[in-house]
């Protein structure tokens, strides 16, 4: 036999071993054998560490053709309890036969219960998993993580990974959330200087009026059961507590002004049952506090992430406390702002500089706008107001929470030859005493088309 022959015999047989092979692992890894993830949810566990929940899309909400109307039908929830997330995931592979891929995942949710206990191994985790991607966002939810993807529903979106899409186009336009993301989160984790932060979601008013309802059922049919000789009382007991109950979650008890506004708090009602409103703030790991609507404009400015947002003044020409009115203003800042940090006896002075013009949107008919002294009057009372709202935020993150998220600790670096001077300094027990100086020299250009009524 000769060498060639041997050659080729060889050459066929390893030719069959590699088809084989990969020929498996396609067949592991084709698109019939995957269930991409839409979203995942870390709750505290009941039995374990923790409860982690998956959202699917079903393949017909896909399909443009087909598929039912009813988008909450095309939603898949999964959920289980583990001792850590992959263990989880493994968990919930073996339920639905699948194996689970986090390539498409658009957002982790944390619960703000399981948050205040820390969530570094699990974004450590994530970020070491291949199929995470660094944009994917991180959020902070009022309920639970179970609770908040349930009620994710497609709304003017057709698909729920639409929904997930447009937090970052929310993010620019209103100021009320950030476009944040498990990469960022990490990048501030693995920082001695930086602190994260998070999107606050929560349910809005129709879930929590539903949710309200359920419980109160829930109620009655508890009491429904109970012996004769103590239905009454029990009835009693019931219909106070289910009273008690709507009265503090049915929308009577919602927010409408922004310097309060946070997610689960505000009015607005619809299909889909979330709302995203505010800031998450950590302080290392550990979820430490939470930011307004207004609050996380002032961080937004600060950061430069914010295109055009809206704020509520007094007006300035009818600012009686008998018949105070407030006016609208869009604002757009026309400048990057401007950080200086000073460290002076020991305490970080740090001044803020912004630039910014805006229109007024709410016009009153006894008030010309063609005017420059109005104008004047109206971007004095715009300035006034923002940079009081910014000092009181400046002042919350550093004296209530004590965490520098807007970065400050950077511009501080320069005064520090060596690292080891840098550590000595300990900027996180400084920052609670840092004094700041707001200056923002806002601009009111006029009032969009009408310019006098």
Known sequence: MSKNFVKIIVFFILIA????????????????????????????????????????????????????????????????????????????????????NLAHCNVVVFSEEFAKNGIGTQIYSLINNEEVRPSTNILVSKCSAYDYLNNVRPNI??????????????????????????GEFYNNLSSEIKAGTAILGGLNATARTESSESSTEGSTENSSSKND????????????????TSQTSEPSNVITNPEDLIAGSSSVEGERGTENIGLAVFNGDKLCGELTATEAISHLLIKNKVDSCIVSIDNPFNSSSNNSSKVELQLYPTKKSKVNVNIKDNIPHISIELKID???????????????????????????????????????????????????????????????????????????????DVNVDVTVISSLLITKT
């Open 17 to 100: 071993i590699f088809i084989h092979a990969f020929s498996e692992s396609y067949v592991s890894h084709s698109l019939t054998n995957l269930a991409y993830v839409l979203a995942l949810g870390i709750d505290v566990g009941e039995k374990a560490n923790l409860k982690i929940t998956a959202q699917f899309s079903k393949a017909t909400a896909f399909d443009s053709s087909g598929g039912s109307s009813d988008s909450s039908s095309q939603i898949v929830m999964v959920s289980g309890e583990a001792d850590s997330i992959f263990s989880g995931i493994n968990l919930l592979n073996s339920y639905i036969g699948k194996e689970l």
């Open 157 to 182: 979106e057709k698909l729920t990974i639409q929904y997930f899409d447009t937090f970052s186009i929310t993010s620019r336009l209103t100021g009320y959330i950030s476009n944040l993301t498990i």
């Open 229 to 244: 000789s103590s239905s009454k009382l029990d009835s009693q007991n019931s219909k106070s507590s289910s009273e008690s």
């Open 358 to 436: 805006a229109d007024i949107l709410t016009l009153d008919e006894n008030i010309d706008y063609k005017q420059a002294d109005v104008l004047e009057t109206f971007s004095r009372a715009t300035t006034e107001y923002l940079e009081k709202e910014i000092y009181d935020y400046l002042t919350k993150v550093s004296k209530e929470y004590s965490t520098d998220i807007d970065n400050f600790g950077n511009k501080a670096l320069a005064y520090f030859a060596t690292s080891s001077e840098w550590k000595d300094f300990n900027w996180s027990e400084k920052f609670k005493k840092a004094e700041f």
